[in-house]
């Protein structure tokens, strides 16, 4: 199944039991060892849950009450798994994106489901007319079109969308990016990008990527934060912007004030509406600035040193994944000069959300990646299998592998140079490999979406994303599947009760009182 990699972070051992919330729905699903899992909701609260299973497709649709209106499972063609990309929600059906590859012809393969009345249809593929030498890049969708992004030799951009008429018809763009410096290593922009969907889970693991992609109407915004850049000092990086109007065919390149940074990356960014959110984490230092987007002149900022109390938390610093490679570790820094320490231990995160209320909520923090360890080659050793990402209307996703004995992995892949990067090998000759689910620091901060001040009264303050990852930790067993996304102005955690056999959808709200807790 498909889980964000920053969930692997909530293992914790430590608690006996959960707040009851609000269940939107429980449905029956046979999950077993899915490969996929997409849940996407509509505007009148009708809800899709989709995975791909051996060979078949499978999903259920809710309605607003969390009545199952519909549950099917079709055999998907030639038993490719249909990796979604990216899904529309059009006048009348959910409408997802997957891309098939047949040598070096490429598709896009959509497939519908209706919103009233659950029907399944698959809908014609569209080949891409490719230009030669072109990489790819990603697919997402946004509200109103499902783009398709490739770049070549030179750095240009060449971007399809589907058209206005047909969700099966594939328009054509193509941007050049004279203006915008090369980096120093090719295609690192390129590297890691994920599409910032509305419904992306705000989490340290999704924020901490250097390279976004913001969609406003006609317009995209790609975000680039800390890259090295030929012709320029390798210490002097800063924010850059590229924007790209699909009826003008035009680009613009625009940038922030430059930050000097050591060898790692040492801030990031994130656009929320029209505010631009450039967060810099250092050992000794700390600041957040706030800038207007249309014209990056600063509306906020923030700034403290490591001999300060880290006035702009509304919670506690936490930190989790620091155990041991079969654990993860969850705990609360509350020494001022280690706060500052750990939270610029990794590569910085930011991510900014809203709900219904007239505030802001931001988690900050970092991510650092897994260890490195090495040991001895035996074939019976435990190694995990390739993490898949993937493109999903939430933004990146993670598909995670699974621990299994080295014999049943053909030697060829463990020894070949280019698809051993891809194993978790501990014990094995790729023992090189990154294991682990990484560290994340970070507190949340919740701001008045006005004046961006501090919000500040008596007792906790709310935080849905805190309480979302609070519900998780305390889940005994831990779910093996699961999904977060935005339900209107609430979120929908969604996990699969293994010994029930069951999908349980748990709804999140501003000033919903949990129950008493359900002894495990």
């Known amino acids: 199944m498909r889980k964000l990699l920053f969930s692997l972070l909530f293992m914790g051992a430590f608690a006996t039991a959960a707040h009851a919330q609000k269940e939107f729905a429980h449905i029956e699903l046979p999950m077993n060892r899915a490969e996929d899992l997409v849940s996407v909701a509509d505007d009148e609260g009708n809800v899709v ?14 309605s607003p009450s969390g009545e199952k209106l519909a549950q099917h499972e079709i055999p998907y063609r030639h038993s490719r798994d249909p990796q979604v990309m990216g899904t529309r929600v059009t006048a009348d059906e959910f409408v997802f994106y997957t891309r098939y590859t047949n040598g070096r012809r490429e598709y896009v393969r959509p497939f519908a489901i209706n919103r009233y009345t659950g029907a399944f249809r698959s809908l014609q593929d569209v080949q891409l007319n490719l230009e030669r030498n072109v990489t790819f890049v990603g697919g997402f969708g946004d509200e109103d079109h499902f783009y398709m992004l490739y770049t070549d030799k030179d750095s240009n951009l060449h971007l399809y969308r589907d058209s206005e008429e047909n969700v099966a018809t594939m328009d054509y763009r193509l941007f050049s990016v004279e203006q915008m410096p090369r ?19 705000r989490n340290v693991f999704t924020g901490h990527h250097r390279s976004k992609i913001y969609s406003r109407g006609d317009k995209l915004h790609m975000i680039f934060d800390g890259y090295s850049l030929r012709g320029q000092k390798s210490r002097e990086t800063t924010t850059e912007i590229l924007s790209l109007d699909w009826n003008t065919g035009k680009t613009e390149y625009r ?8 060898n790692e990356p040492s801030f990031n960014s994130f656009l929320h509406q029209d505010k631009l959110f450039r967060v810099n984490l250092e050992k000794d230092k700390f600041k957040l600035t706030a800038y207007d ?15 300060e109390e880290l006035a702009l938390k509304s919670t506690p610093v936490y930190q989790r994944g620091a155990g041991g490679l079969f654990s993860s570790g969850y705990e609360v820094i509350e020494k001022e000069d280690k706060v500052m320490k750990n939270l610029a231990s990794g590569i910085p995160a930011i991510t900014v959300d809203t709900y219904s209320d007239s505030t802001l909520q931001l988690t900050i923090g970092s991510y650092k990646a897994p260890s ?21 209307s ?15 992995v053909p030697s060829y892949y463990l020894n070949s140079p280019y ?15 990154p294991t682990g689910p990484g560290i994340s620091t970070y507190f949340h901060s919740v701001l008045d979406a006005n004046s961006l001040a501090k919000v500040e009264q008596e007792g906790d303050v709310e935080v849905l994303q805190e309480r979302v990852e609070e519900y998780e930790r305390n889940l005994k067993p831990e779910p093996e599947f699961q999904t977060v996304y935005r339900y209107g102005d609430k979120l929908h955690y969604g996990y699969y009760d293994r010994k029930a056999r069951t999908f349980r959808i748990v709804e999140f709200a501003h000033g919903q009182e949990p129950a008493k807790p359900v002894e495990e």
């Open 49 to 62: 849950v989709y995975f791909y299973q051996g060979g078949n497709l499978n999903f259920a649709m809710l």
């Open 183 to 201: 980096t120093r290593d090719r295609h690192a922009r390129e590297s890691g990008m994920i599409y910032v969907h509305p419904d992306l889970e």
């Open 255 to 262: 940038t922030l004030p430059v930050i000097e940074q050591r």
């Open 293 to 307: 987007f249309n014209t990056l002149q600063p509306l906020k900022e923030y700034a403290f040193t490591d001999k």
């Open 372 to 392: 490195e360890r090495n040991n001895r080659n035996d074939r019976n050793r435990m190694i995990r299998t390739p993490d898949r990402y993937v493109r999903t």
């Open 394 to 408: 939430r933004g990146l996703m993670l598909i995670p592998g699974r621990w299994t004995p080295a014999y049943n």
């Open 419 to 433: 698809y051993s990067r891809y194993f978790y090998d501990p014990y094995g000759q790729g023992g090189n490999m």
